[in-house]
């Protein structure tokens, strides 16, 4: 049966054939499971390549005429075809068939293995609860570029040098029921990219020309790096993993426009948080000391190369610091991170060059006007507006920009030297905020005013000034010891680490318009 929205080809129809013919073959053609061998590791399943990280090492060096000398390759297949393996995955490329034996390659989503299956030797297994044997020939006949199978042979070097499987038992597990992507060049539409991820990764595992960008897997691999190593710098430095609300009853914690929703058994409008900052701090009231939150955020607003409506920070709260120390760890985490993720702190993005090595520069809010703003035209209501049209675009190299203006920063201490200010930063890369930390407003009176004032913003129309948090004041007024926070946004780091320039790209499932049908009018046609 052909499913309506999948479109109907040569190429389709073929496989459904293929498919139905399987089925009388094999029986079950969607079989639950593939138990792998456990060569390379015990208690561990052998992947491919896992395998060929292994075994590539017997692999013989060519001689001038580009061949390795016969008596090479008979040592290194007395000592592979000691190796008996089961391996599974996606046929790679369209099979080599010469006569009654093939040539195909395997992947893993990352890396391949040539399988050798001659006709005379290779058993077809059934798939339903019977079990048995089949022609294993005409099994393979039935496969298509795209499909998963799952081998077991032994191991070989073939006449020109290649680590290859020689297939005595081969077993179908899944249908590629379309086409897979050009193998040659990817997929180049980035609308397809972001929107059928799948199939961007199914094509970078399939890519032939290889050239110094990264593959879409190996984009979210050194993103999961990354994490990863933020978790453990901040672990090594006491921080507690916690887990906060990401349905809440009042849209607070930062500045912006919530996504709405109702809880139906409470009977109570919700909403998707845009920050868990007040829920940390009110951590740090409870006892915490240092708390850390690889948190989900929602805001409802703009999209851009730069935005998207969903988002991943990493939050954290050190009590008894100031936002001088949160600078400093900062720049020493984001040196850290970039290093063990790249293995070096040169980062290339775009036409630019960026060195992670060199001491963060850090200047205040009204310093960086300097030289583009004259200091008489420069006042506490207009600063961001200058900075926002003059500096930000230009900040390339890591920045620190420090002392905002205090009507913009709610939930900030104000400096000591200057009541107008707030002790608030903001980290800037290639012209991009990557992370905003403040040492925090403890006073629950002033918390309390800054709200108010907040409240009077959104009364004059400010759709994106706080509410008042009432149960946030009162856990402040049980006492919150002085402390500095900040948030890190994970998304804009990994563009810098990965040198891409859309967001949309570092997201595996970045939000986009509805697909449109070729059916349906476009809205301007409407």
Known sequence: MSIPFIEENDQTVARRQHLEAMRQLVGNVYPNKFQRSEVVEADREDTITRIVEKFRAFEPKGEPDGRPAAEEIELANQQL???????????????????????????????????????????????????????????????????????????????????????????????????????????????????????????????????ESLTPREVFELRARAIKELRRILEDHGYVEVETPMLTPLATGAAARPFKTHHNALDIDLYARIAPELYLKRLLVGGFEKVYELNRNFRNEGVSTRHNPEFTMLEFYWAYA???????????????????????????????????????????????????????????????????????????????????????????????????????????????????????????????????????RRERGDEEAMLMDEDYIRALSYGMPPA???????????????????????????????????????????
């Open 81 to 211: 075809n000691e190796f008996a393996v089961r391996l599974a995955g996606r046929i790679a490329s369209p099979p080599r068939v010469m006569g009654k034996a093939a040539f195909v390659h395997l992947s893993d989503g990352i890396s391949r293995l040539q399988i050798y299956i001659r006709k005379a030797d290779v058993v077809g297994l059934r798939n339903d609860a019977a079990g048995g044997d089949v022609d294993g020939w005409e099994l393979f006949q039935l496969l298509d570029h795209g499909d998963f199978i799952g081998v077991e042979g032994y191991l070989f070097v073939t006449k020109t040098g290649e680590l290859s499987l020689h297939v005595q038992k081969l077993q179908f597990l899944a249908k590629a029921l379309l086409p897979l992507p050009d193998k040659m060049h990817g997929i180049h539409d980035p609308e397809i990219r972001q929107r059928q991820r799948y199939a961007d990764l199914i094509a970078g595992s399939l890519k032939l020309e290889q050239d």
């Open 484 to 526: 500095a926070g900040i948030g890190i946004g994970i998304d804009r780091f990994t563009m810098l680490l990965t040198n891409k320039q859309s967001i949309r790209d570092v997201i595996l499932f970045p939000h986009l318009r509805p697909e449109r049908k070729p059916s349906e009018p476009n809205a301007n046609e409407a």
């Open 322 to 456: 100031d936002v001088n120390q949160m600078m400093d760890f900062c720049e020493e985490m984001i040196r850290a991170v970039v290093f063990r993720a790249l293995g070096h702190t040169h980062v290339k993005f775009g036409e630019v060059d960026i060195d992670f090595a060199h001491p963060f520069r850090r200047v205040s809010m009204k310093d960086s006007l300097a030289g583009s703003v004259a200091d008489d035209d420069v006042t506490v209501e207009n600063v961001l507006e200058h900075f926002e049209a003059q500096v930000e675009h230009g900040l390339i190299q890591p920045t620190f920009i420090t002392q905002f203006p205090k009507p913009i920063s709610p939930l900030s201490k104000a400096s000591p030297s200057d009541p107008n200010v707030a002790e608030r930063f903001e980290l800037y890369i290639v012209g991009m905020e990557v992370a905003n930390g403040f040492s925090e407003l403890n006073d629950p009176a002033e918390q309390y005013d800054r709200f108010r004032d907040q409240m009077k």
